[in-house]
């Protein structure tokens, strides 16, 4: 016995489900405490300059860090403004009736402030990402000790742990968008993975390929997506995207 069939979501959302949390948490907490240690930096380094043996340079790299992790926070606040979901629009419009005319208009309003969020998202992230990476550069140039200064070995020490977490932030960094950009490369699902439910062993009870091999689900879901003269496979294409990015 089968389960009910599955129905594509109405209204867009992120995926990973909780990426809306994440952009909110990297504008709100991670980016703007960040960026006042990178200007409380500058400041120190500026009015200490003898105590350090590139001064100069680790200002420069600092203050560059500040302005990214500022600009993450901006970005984050503009995410904030277009992302809404069909639980927002219910609590305004508790008299909303499925399938009415201000259903449909307010999906298409929906769907477009998503596409702005997605933008604004994709720079919060970067800046924020960036502002990291040279946040931990600038550290890493204001450690080394100028010459003949005391306990330079722990120094160049803590110099050492610093570039460490540079090259590895850089390397995470260039994971992500490397697994990005692999993943619009590739098929978001694997033939050997049901192109609905995502699950490889079985199926999900609400999977409408409950029963079906991989295989032969795989068959069926090219037959129910084939162009047909009087529809659109566009919904499922979209459910299994959303899926796979999740």
Known sequence: MTGPAFVPPKWRKPAPLGYGNAIDSVGAVGSSLLAGFSLASVIVVTSEAGMFRWPGAAVLVLTA???LLIAAVQCTYNTREFLWS????RNWWPELQDNSELETRLREEQAEAFGRWQFWARWAFTANSAGVLILLAGLALALPPP?????????????????????????????????????????????GTCPVCQLSLRHDH???????????????YRQDTAPQPDGDPEAVDEARLDRSES
């Open 147 to 191: 010459p003949a200064a005391a306990q330079g070995g722990l120094r160049w020490a803590a110099f050492g742990v610093a570039a460490t977490g540079c090259a590895g932030e850089a390397f995470w960094t260039a994971a992500i968008w490397y697994r990005r950009q692999f993943r619009q490369a590739r098929p978001p699902v694997a033939e």
């Open 206 to 220: 609400r999977c409408p390929y409950e029963g079906l091999g991989m295989p032969q689900a795989w068959a069926r």
């Open 86 to 89: 069909g639980a927002d629009v």
């Open 65 to 67: 860090a500040a302005v």
